[in-house]
């Protein structure tokens, strides 16, 4: 009797074993899936968790968690910049670190998506800047904006449900 209970005992938490193993190689393989999807569309890979940008970001920001982080050249002065989403649930932000000469800088914060954050970037005018297109959502709501750095700072030039989804 005894030994039936323990053969049950030790079958029940093998299966919950090779339960939790194959969830967890489904997970990993939906994001895969889910990443490839992204770029197919055009939008920016993550960048690696060894780039110099963003070593320096979390140097900046320590107390920040990143969410996404794409590089670029957006200023268009041949050095790539950096467009960083982070933040925790209650406060997410974009901060971007680009190039002014030799000295590298920061915008100010800007409302970023909440849930599956996108960022793209694309020249909407042929003209250097490039813009910046971020999108996401918010409890089903989706949202985008189009920003650019103009005088330092990541303006806003049009969007579309950004404030149901930040």
Not at 69 to 89: N, P
Not at 112 to 128: G, L, S, T, V, W
């Amino acid at each position: 009797m005894m030994r039936k209970r323990l053969i049950r005992f030790f079958a029940l938490l093998f299966f919950l074993l090779l339960l939790i193993t194959a969830l967890s190689a489904l997970r990993s393989f939906l994001s895969e899936r889910e990443r490839h999807s992204a770029e197919k569309a055009g939008f920016a890979p993550m960048v690696s968790e060894r780039d110099p940008l963003l070593l320096e970001f979390q140097k900046r920001h320590p107390e920040r968690s990143i969410i996404l982080a794409c590089g670029e050249d957006i200023t268009g002065d041949g050095r790539r910049d950096l467009v960083v989403i982070s933040g925790e649930e209650e406060r997410i932000e974009s901060i971007v670190l680009y190039w002014e000469g030799e000295e590298l800088r920061e915008t100010d914060a800007v409302p970023a998506p909440r849930e599956n954050q996108k960022i793209k970037f694309f020249d909407m005018d042929r003209i250097a800047p490039l813009e910046t297109l971020i999108t996401g959502e918010k409890n089903g709501k989706l949202g985008y904006a189009v920003y650019r750095i103009i005088d330092g700072s990541f303006k806003d030039l049009f969007g579309e449900g950004m404030k149901d989804c930040c």
